[in-house]
């Protein structure tokens, strides 16, 4: 497994939005281990700080509940990243672009990559997945493509690199963010400087 070098990101996160199913975290723990820089998952965090799985969160307490949760956690870590300790990758929820204020906070808080995929794939990859409550419905291709819709222009509104990950293994898509966010953060270091 080859290494990626470590990348001065000025306390700032890598942050990477898109679809369920779009290879956030998977990419995320290997862009982890290949960088040294910690993966923060949003869902893994409400999860364990709730108590409840986020299928029992959207059925017990409803979407709104759970939005509100991603809100709250997207804050917090803005304020830890402006303590300047906020290298880390962070694998968002798919939804987590449908508030305004989220996307602001994203904006803001890092260097954020999207990963756009066909909804073919989507429909591939979240076939064994029973812990997706929006996709908890027979008719998974409609869903997949209604959220797709929606969300396109949001992801776009917030990311600073685009990656398409239907074809790409996963190592190739961590050296494609891996040198989208080494070039990012180089140029506003020289930004600073002069």
């Not at 910690?38 to 509940?65: C, H, N």
Request: glycine letters at 8%; a neutral charge; charged letters at 25%.
């Amino acid at each position: 497994m080859s290494y990626c070098r470590p990348i001065d990101t000025h306390g700032r996160p890598i942050i990477l939005v898109g679809m369920m199913g779009s290879g956030k975290t998977t990419v995320g723990k290997e862009l982890s281990k290949l960088t040294g820089m910690p993966l923060l998952d949003m869902d893994a965090v409400i999860e364990e700080q709730i108590g409840k799985s986020i299928p029992d969160i959207f059925r017990d307490e409803g979407e709104g509940r759970f939005r509100a949760l991603e809100t709250a956690l997207l804050q917090y870590l803005e304020n830890f990243v402006s303590s300047g300790k906020g290298a880390t990758i962070i694998s968002t929820g798919g939804g987590v672009v449908l508030r305004e204020i989220n996307r602001r906070i994203l904006k803001r808080m890092g260097y954020v990559v999207w990963f756009d995929v066909t909804v073919g794939a989507l429909i591939e990859r979240t076939s064994r997945a029973n812990n997706r409550p929006l996709l908890n419905n027979p008719n998974r291709l409609e869903i997949l493509e209604r959220l797709q819709a929606e969300r396109r222009e949001l992801y776009a509104e917030v990311c600073h690199q685009y990656v398409e990950t239907s074809s790409l293994d996963v190592l190739s898509v961590v050296h494609v963010v891996h040198a989208g966010a080494k070039n990012y953060f180089s140029t506003i270091s020289k930004e600073s400087e002069s």
